[in-house]
C-alpha cells in the first residue's frame, strides 16, 4: 500500500473580490480529505519510499464551490503534479528508494562521502532528525548508523553492497575512512552475520596460517581485493575486515564461536599477507587523483582458493569523503561548509547491487522451512565442532540435497538460493555426501507428516511443491522469491511451507518470499 504523507501545506489564493471566511475554511478543509494515495498505486511499489522536496499545485475553482468541488480540484491537482515529478526525477526534486534499505545504504555512502544534498530526503524517510537547523556531517554520519544498526538483518546487505560499489563509486573506501571504531563495534555487534567473528576479534585472537583456506565466493574475493589495493587503510582497520572477512567466509553463525574463531584466525593471516606492513594505526595519507579502477570487486577470482595479486602502492578510491578519513571528527559549517557542498562534484549513484533471474522450481525454498527440524543443522553443527565438516559444509550439503537428491537441475538459481545465495563448490566429499543424503531422507519423510493428504508412496511429491514458476532477486546476505498469486495454496501454508523465512541464521541470510 502506498503511503503519502505531507509535511507543510501553503495555500494561497486568487480572487476578483473578497473571499469570505466561510469559504475559504471549506476550501482549506477540504485538503484533510484528500486521497493522496489515489491513482498512484501502479506508479509506486508498496515498499518503495518517493521523497518529493517541494510541489507547486494550481487549481482553479468557481466562486460558489463548495467543499466536495474544492476536494476533487485538490485531488485532481495533486495526483498530476505528483505524477509529473515522478517522470522527472534527474531535477533534483525527486528521490526515490526501492524500500528502507536502499535509502539506508544512500545515506549511509553519501555521508560518508560528504555529500549531503539529500538531508531534506532522508528527513522525509525518517532517518534523520527534522529539525530545522541543517546538521553537519558527522550528525547525519550518526544518524546513518543508528538507523542501520536498529535493522540488524540490513546491515550486512547495505555494508556489502557499499563493498561491491568501490569500483564504479569508492563507497568502501568513503565509508572506511568515515566511521571511527565505536561505530564499527555497534554495527557488526548489532548484525547477526558478523556478531560471533567481531566478539572472537575482539578477544583478540593471533592470525594462524595453518587454518583453512578461506571459503571464495564473491564477497570474500571483493573484500581481499580491496585490502591488496589499499594496504594502509586496511592495516588500520584490520579488526573490521578481519571481523567481515570471517563472517563472509563462515556465514553459519549457528554453528557458534569455534566456526568464528578458526575463520578469524584465517581471516587475520589474510589480511596480514594481503597487507603487508606494521600493524596499527598509521598517518593518514591524503591520496593523488587516480583514474582507474584498482579494486575492482567484480573482477576479482572466485577461485576455491583466493590469491589475491601481489601487494602494491596504496591506490584511492574513486571518491574520497570530506573532513578526516579516519574518523567523523568536526566538519565544517556555514558559508564555508555551503561553499564547499557547491563545489564538490554530486557522488555517482549506488549501483543497484542485485540480480534478477527466473526459476522453474522456486518452490525448492518452501523446504529451507524443514532444514532445521531435518537435523540437518544440528548434525552441521555437531560435525563442525569435530572439525570434520570442510568449508562450507553445509552449504555444500544442501547443494547435493537439491541436485542429486530432488532433481533440481544444478543450473537453476534456486539451486544457489536454496545455499544462500553464494556459489559453491561441487566437488564430491564423503562427509558432505553422507549430510545430504540423511537431510533429504527427513525431509522427505517430513513433507508426508506435514501433507497428510499426499499418497504414502508418491514419488513425484517433492517435484510437485517444488516445480513451480518465481522471479528470485539476489543481493548480498538477501534473497527475496517473487510468486504469482495462485501459487499461494492452503496446504502449502497449513504445512507452514511457504511462510516467509526472514533471518536464516546457518545461511547467513535473510530470504522473503512475495505473492504478486
Request: charged residues 25%; aromatic residues 4%.
Amino acid at each position: 500500500m502506498t503511503a503519502i504523507a505531507i509535511r507543510r501545506w501553503r495555500t494561497r489564493y486568487h480572487a476578483e473580490r473578497p473571499l469570505r471566511g466561510e469559504e475559504l475554511s471549506a476550501w482549506n478543509a477540504a485538503l484533510g480529505d484528500v486521497d493522496l494515495d489515489a491513482g498512484l498505486g501502479a506508479n509506486v511499489a508498496d515498499e518503495e519510499l518517493v521523497c518529493i522536496r517541494l510541489l507547486k499545485l494550481r487549481a482553479r475553482l468557481g466562486e460558489d464551490a463548495g467543499r466536495g468541488e474544492a476536494l476533487e480540484a485538490w485531488r485532481a491537482s495533486l495526483a498530476a503534479h505528483v505524477l509529473a515529478a515522478l517522470r522527472d526525477e534527474g531535477s533534483g526534486n525527486v528521490v526515490r528508494y526501492r524500500d528502507r534499505a536502499d535509502a539506508m545504504a544512500d545515506l549511509l555512502y553519501r555521508a560518508s562521502a560528504g555529500d549531503l544534498r539529500r538531508t531534506w530526503a532522508w528527513r522525509q524517510a525518517g532517518l534523520v532528525d527534522r529539525g530545522e537547523a541543517q546538521p553537519a556531517r558527522p550528525a547525519i554520519l550518526a544518524a546513518a548508523v543508528a538507523a542501520l544498526a536498529s535493522e540488524p538483518a540490513a546491515i550486512w546487505p547495505v555494508l556489502m553492497r557499499l563493498l561491491l560499489a568501490e569500483g564504479d563509486t569508492g563507497a568502501w573506501s568513503a565509508l572506511l575512512g568515515a566511521l571511527g571504531e565505536p561505530e564499527w563495534d555497534r554495527l557488526l555487534d548489532a548484525s547477526p552475520r558478523t556478531h560471533a567473528a567481531h566478539r572472537a576479534v575482539s578477544e583478540s585472537l593471533e592470525p594462524c596460517e595453518s587454518m583453512a583456506a578461506l571459503a571464495a565466493n564473491r564477497t570474500t574475493a571483493a573484500l581481499r581485493a580491496w585490502v591488496v589495493s589499499h594496504p594502509t587503510q586496511a592495516r588500520r582497520r584490520r579488526a573490521v575486515l578481519a571481523a567481515l572477512l570471517a563472517a563472509a567466509a563462515q556465514p553459519e553463525a549457528a554453528y557458534g564461536m569455534a566456526a568464528s574463531e578458526r575463520a578469524v584466525r584465517a581471516a587475520l593471516a589474510a589480511i596480514d599477507r594481503d597487507a603487508p606492513g606494521p600493524v596499527g594505526i598509521a598517518p593518514a595519507e591524503t591520496p593523488a587523483p587516480r583514474s582507474g579502477r584498482a579494486g575492482d570487486a567484480r573482477e576479482a577470482p572466485w577461485t576455491r582458493h583466493v590469491e589475491p595479486p601481489a601487494p602494491r602502492a596504496e591506490t584511492p578510491s574513486a571518491l574520497e569523503p570530506i573532513g578526516e578519513r579516519e574518523s567523523a571528527g568536526a566538519d565544517a559549517t556555514g558559508p564555508d561548509r555551503a561553499e564547499s557542498e557547491a563545489t564538490m562534484p554530486e557522488a555517482p549513484a549506488l549501483p543497484r547491487g542485485e540480480e534478477a533471474f527466473a526459476t522453474e522450481w522456486a518452490g525448492l525454498l518452501f523446504l529451507l522451512n524443514l532444514v532445521e527440524a531435518s537435523g540437518l543443522v544440528a548434525s552441521a553443527a555437531a560435525l563442525d565442532a569435530r572439525e570434520s565438516l570442510p568449508v562450507q559444509g553445509l552449504q555444500r550439503a544442501l547443494h547435493r540435497l537439491a541436485v542429486a537428491h530432488f532433481g533440481v537441475p544444478r543450473e537453476d538459481p534456486a539451486v544457489r538460493a536454496f545455499c544462500g545465495g553464494e556459489d559453491v563448490p561441487d566437488a564430491p566429499d564423503p562427509v558432505v555426501e553422507a549430510l545430504a543424503l540423511s537431510g533429504a531422507r527427513a525431509m522427505s519423510a517430513l513433507l508426508r507428516e506435514r501433507l497428510p493428504a499426499a499418497p504414502e508412496d508418491d514419488p513425484g511429491l517433492v517435484e510437485r511443491i517444488c516445480r513451480r514458476r518465481g522471479t528470485l532477486t539476489f543481493a548480498p546476505g538477501w534473497i527475496a522469491l517473487h510468486l504469482a498469486a495462485d501459487n499461494a495454496e492452503a496446504d502449502l501454508r497449513r504445512a507452514a511451507l511457504d511462510l516467509d523465512p526472514g533471518w536464516i541464521p546457518w545461511l547467513g541470510c535473510v530470504m522473503r518470499f512475495h505473492y504478486e
